[in-house]
C-alpha cells in the first residue's frame, strides 16, 4: 500500500496540515472566466467646415482599469454619412498604418483591433472630405465597436456644420489671329474653367 504521500501528491512531511482524525481533507479550487467592460468614444477634430475640408475622426475603445479580464476580438464598425468621403489609405491604429475594409456599397469602415487587456486604450484615426451635398447640414454618424465577450457599445461625434466651400475661377482669352492688319476680322474666345482642387462649382458667372 502507498503511502498518503504519494496518493494524494502532498509532501510527507507536510502531510499532517491537510489530515483530520484520520481523513484527509481535499482543497479544491475553482477558477471563474474574468470580465470585462468595453467603453468608446468619438470625436470629430472640426466643429465648423467647408466643403471640400478633410475631416480627422478618432474612435478611442478601451477596457476599463476594473476590468479582471480581457476584451476578446474587438472590431470597430463605421458607417459613413453621404455627406463625406472616405479617403483611402487614411485608417491609423495607435499611430501607424492599419488594415481596414470599406464597402463602398454600404459605406461601412471596418477596423479589427485584437484584444485588449484591462485598463489599455486603442486609438483608431481615419480621415475624410467633405462633399458638395453636405453644404449647409450638419453632419455626423454613430461607431458601434464590439466584443466576444462584452457585446457592442457605440458612440456619436459632436457633429460638424458645413459651410460653402470656395470656388476658384480660371479665366483664359485668346485670339485667332496674332499678325492681323487693317480690316481684318479677329475672332476672340473666352475659356472659363476650375482646378481640380476647387471645393465647389462655379454658379452664376456672366461675362460683360
Not at 470580465?35 to 466643429?47: G, P, S, Y
Not at 480627422?56 to 476584451?71: F, G, H, I, R
Not at 483608431?124 to 461607431?143: D, H, L, M, P, R
Request: hydrophobic content about 35%; glycine content about 8%; some cysteine.
Amino acid at each position: 500500500m502507498k503511502p498518503y504521500g504519494e496518493l494524494t501528491g502532498i509532501p510527507e512531511k507536510d502531510f499532517y496540515k491537510y489530515t483530520y482524525m484520520g481523513y484527509v481533507r481535499v482543497i479544491t479550487y475553482q477558477y471563474t472566466k474574468g470580465t470585462a467592460e468595453l467603453q468608446v468614444t468619438k470625436t470629430v477634430d472640426k466643429a465648423n467646415a467647408s466643403v471640400g475640408d478633410k475631416l480627422v475622426y478618432t474612435v478611442e475603445a478601451s477596457n476599463v482599469d476594473t476590468a479582471s479580464d480581457k476584451l476578446e476580438n474587438v472590431v470597430m464598425r463605421d458607417t459613413l454619412t453621404g455627406y463625406v468621403d472616405f479617403t483611402h489609405g487614411s485608417v491609423q491604429v495607435g499611430g501607424k498604418t492599419a488594415d481596414y475594409a470599406y464597402d463602398d456599397a454600404t459605406r461601412q469602415l471596418s477596423v479589427e483591433l485584437g484584444d485588449i487587456e484591462p485598463g489599455a486604450k486603442v486609438s483608431i484615426t481615419f480621415e475624410c472630405v467633405v462633399n458638395q451635398s453636405a453644404y449647409g447640414k450638419t453632419i455626423s454618424n454613430t461607431v458601434v465597436v464590439s466584443a466576444d465577450n462584452d457585446g457592442h457599445k457605440s458612440a456619436t461625434d459632436d457633429g460638424t456644420i458645413i459651410m460653402d466651400g470656395t470656388a476658384k475661377m480660371i479665366i483664359a482669352k485668346t485670339v485667332d489671329n496674332t499678325a492681323a492688319t487693317v480690316g481684318d476680322t479677329l475672332g476672340y474666345a473666352v475659356k472659363l474653367s476650375t482646378p481640380d482642387t476647387a471645393a465647389v462649382k462655379i454658379q452664376g458667372a456672366e461675362m460683360k
